[in-house]
């Protein structure tokens, strides 16, 4: 069974960057099937993809964070990892790393992590 | 890219049917046949219910069907259960490789 867990502080101070680590268990991340995703929901609100990324190093971001985001992959680990700079208060969210078909011509996240909470504070 | 546009809540009692809307432009929703939905109980994470607007993953019961009409994409829960009670989002497609999800909808079950 493919597990998906997320790690990294959970708190950031003003102007920082955010870094998050999502490890794959079960299944290998070198898969040509799947992309991985970074989503994030703000405290009460909706939920907001940040970017995907396959395993050969190809990244899609959100435009409205493409300027501070970067995601990257560690085949040998089995992660891959989301940074965030410049944070602000608005930051503050639970993240999540997902998985996404590359493949099939079928568009769904289907695994999610747990989501970890990270708080952007002095 | 703005985020596609749901109902903020809605609500039924058991037994009864329940639309939930999910509406976009002709980039995302009305675009592709890329819409996706899921369920996410208070703080667990999102599960997949829906996805390529109208198939369900196994282990789906078919009381949730999808479908969509221009740039509108639609999520109907039949038969609504207690345990249905739970926050809905879509998300779409939205070319040259980014998704958007909506803003969520809390489903309430009278």
């Known amino acids: 069974q493919l597990q998906l867990q997320e790690s990294g502080p959970g708190l950031v101070k003003p102007s920082e960057t955010l870094s998050l680590t999502c490890t794959v268990s079960?299944?290998?991340?070198?898969?040509?099937?799947?992309?991985w995703g970074w989503i994030r929901q703000p405290p009460g609100k909706g939920l907001e993809w940040i970017g995907n990324m396959y395993y050969s190093g190809s990244t899609y971001y959100n435009p409205s964070l493409k300027s501070r985001v970067t995601i990257s992959v560690d085949t040998s680990k089995n992660q891959f990892s989301l940074k965030l700079s410049s944070v602000t208060a608005a930051d503050t969210a639970v993240y999540y790393c997902a998985r996404h078909p590359a493949k099939g011509g079928s568009d769904y996240f289907d695994y999610w992590g747990q989501g970890t909470l990270v708080t952007v504070s002095s | 890219q703005s985020a596609l546009t749901q109902p903020r809540s809605v609500s039924g009692s058991p037994g009864q049917s329940v639309t939930i809307s999910c509406t976009g432009t002709s980039s995302d929703v009305g675009g592709y046949n890329y819409v996706s939905w899921y369920q996410q109980h208070p703080g667990k994470a999102p599960k997949l219910m829906i996805y390529d607007v109208s198939r369900r993953p196994s282990g789906v019961p078919d009381r949730f069907s999808g479908s969509t009409s221009g740039n509108t994409a639609s999520l109907t829960i039949s038969g609504l259960q207690a345990e249905d009670e739970a926050d809905y989002y879509c998300?779409?497609?939205?070319?040259?490789?980014?998704?958007?999800f909506g803003g969520g909808t809390k489903l309430t079950v009278l």
């Open positions: 079960g299944g290998s991340i070198s898969s040509s099937s799947y992309y």
């Open positions: 998300c779409s497609y939205a070319g040259s490789y980014t998704w958007v």
